[in-house]
T-cell receptor
Framework: DAGITQSPRHKVTETGTPVTLRCHQTENHRYMYWYRQDPGHGLRLIHYSYGVKDTDKGEVSDGYSVSRSKTEDFLLTLESATSSQTSVYFC????????????FGSGTQLSVL | QQQVKQSPQSLIVQKGGISIINCAYENTAFDYFPWYQQFPGKGPALLIAIRPDVSEKKEGRFTISFNKSAKQFSLHIMDSQPGDSATYFCAASNYGQNFVFGPGTRLSVLP
């Protein structure tokens, strides 16, 4: 999966607990994205980053925060998980700036009980 | 205006047949239109992509047809095979940023 590692691959947690998902890339791509995938909705953008410490909100950012302290790592945090955040989360990377190819990780299945 | 619509939701095709999936967009600023293929338990993978300056792009059995005036584009899979059974997503982006995805089409190719 194009040098993208997501961890954990599966997680079960309880409502109200904080959760952090990690995305690590070895491609040195500038852009990194977090998407969630739900049946009937396709892939929806949560947050993205266009450089170290440069992030912006996506379509469904409420309840999520992100951080990027190094080029290779992009963290997604659910401050207080809710059942509506049960989903499959995908990290993606792209070089950007005219090179639009978007590469995805293998995903994290998150269940909030 | 950012939405990308995709149809059908699911598609069943016999082996050797043609699979056709359609997408429509609103935002005329989009300048890149990829299709992604996703197998169960895997992340989406880029299959083929087109820019609005051409009306068709073909790679092997996969063809994108693009109609700029109608703001529509479609994926054609010729000689469909059971191994093509997957979920397909169309997408659109503006200069490689802000990718917007369709809801997906689950394709089943019967042997």
């Amino acid at each position: 999966d194009a040098g993208i590692t997501q961890s954990p691959r599966h997680k079960v947690t309880e409502t109200g607990t904080p959760v952090t998902l990690r995305c690590h890339q070895t491609e040195n791509h500038r852009y990194m994205y977090w998407y969630r995938q739900d049946p009937g909705h396709g892939l929806r953008l949560i947050h993205y980053s266009y450089g170290v410490k440069d992030t912006d909100k996506g379509e469904v950012s409420d309840g999520y925060s992100v951080s990027r302290s190094k080029t290779e790592d992009f963290l997604l945090t659910l401050e207080s998980a809710t059942s509506s955040q049960t989903s499959v989360y995908f990290c993606a990377i792209s070089e950007g700036q005219g090179n639009e190819k978007l590469f995805f990780g293998s995903g994290t299945q998150l269940s909030v009980l | 205006q950012q939405q990308v619509k995709q149809s059908p939701q699911s598609l069943i095709v016999q082996k050797g047949g043609i699979s056709i999936i359609n997408c429509a967009y609103e935002n005329t600023a989009f300048d890149y239109f990829p299709w992604y293929q996703q197998f169960p338990g895997k992340g989406p993978a880029l299959l083929i992509a087109i820019r609005p300056d051409v009306s068709e792009k073909k790679e092997g059995r996969f063809t994108i047809s693009f109609n700029k005036s109608a703001k529509q584009f479609s994926l054609h899979i010729m000689d469909s095979q059971p191994g093509d059974s997957a979920t397909y997503f169309c997408a659109a982006s503006n200069y490689g940023q802000n990718f917007v995805f369709g809801p997906g089409t689950r394709l089943s190719v019967l042997p």
